[in-house]
């Protein structure tokens, strides 16, 4: 048994070579592809998704939150209400919502990103700065 093993481990010289050279290669094509997608990651949601989002914003957030996001049933979302709360809490509140409340979590629908981009959207000032 061990001797079978050593045999596997050893193979042949020439293909411990061609092992070493085709693992490089998969390195190297992994991390060509890391490199290609890692600005996709973190670029955030592209301009397609970001009109889906406006939309939503209007119609879902805006059926609370007022189509100006001056406030109905939910708070206003101006720039100006928002100013002093901090992203990473906005964040988190329209990713899980405010139990006991009326608003609703979005982690369901929606990923970081596009809950990170319609928060700064929101900061930025919505509908318009
Ligand atoms: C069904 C009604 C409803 C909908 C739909 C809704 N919200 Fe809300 N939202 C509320 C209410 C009510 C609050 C206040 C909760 C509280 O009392 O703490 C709130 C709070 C918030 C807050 C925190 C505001 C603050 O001053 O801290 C943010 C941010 C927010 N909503 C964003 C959104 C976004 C973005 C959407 C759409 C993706 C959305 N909401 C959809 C009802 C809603």
Same mark, same amino acid.
Request: glycine residues 12%; charged residues 15%.
């Given at each position: 048994?061990?001797?079978?093993? &050593?045999?596997?481990? =050893? $193979?042949?010289? #020439?293909?411990? #070579?061609?092992? %070493?050279?085709s ?9 060509? *592809?890391? /490199?290609?997608? =890692?600005?996709?990651?973190?670029? #955030?949601? +592209? ?8 939309? !939503?914003?209007?119609? +879902? *957030? &805006? =059926? *609370?939150? $007022?189509?100006?996001? %001056?406030? #109905? ?5 101006t720039?100006?209400?928002?100013? +002093?709360?901090?992203?990473? =809490?906005l964040?988190? %509140?329209v /990713?899980?919502? @405010?139990?006991? %409340?009326?608003?609703? &979590?979005?982690?369901?629908? !929606? ?8 928060? +700064? @959207?929101?900061?930025?000032g919505?509908?318009?700065p």
């Amino acid at each position: 048994m061990a001797a079978a093993v &050593g045999l596997l481990r =050893s $193979g042949t010289p #020439g293909m411990a #070579g061609a092992n %070493t050279a085709s693992g490089q290669r998969c390195a190297l094509i992994l991390l060509v *592809c890391l /490199a290609l997608l =890692s600005p996709l990651l973190q670029a #955030g949601p +592209d301009e397609q998704r970001q009109r889906q989002l406006d939309n !939503l914003l209007l119609q +879902d *957030c &805006g =059926s *609370c939150h $007022g189509l100006r996001m %001056t406030g #109905g049933l939910g708070p206003a979302l101006t720039r100006q209400a928002l100013a +002093d709360k901090p992203r990473d =809490s906005l964040i988190a %509140t329209v /990713a899980h919502g @405010r139990p006991g %409340t009326a608003m609703p &979590g979005w982690n369901a629908l !929606l990923d970081e990103q596009d809950i990170a981009w319609l928060v +700064d @959207r929101l900061l930025q000032g919505y509908p318009r700065p």
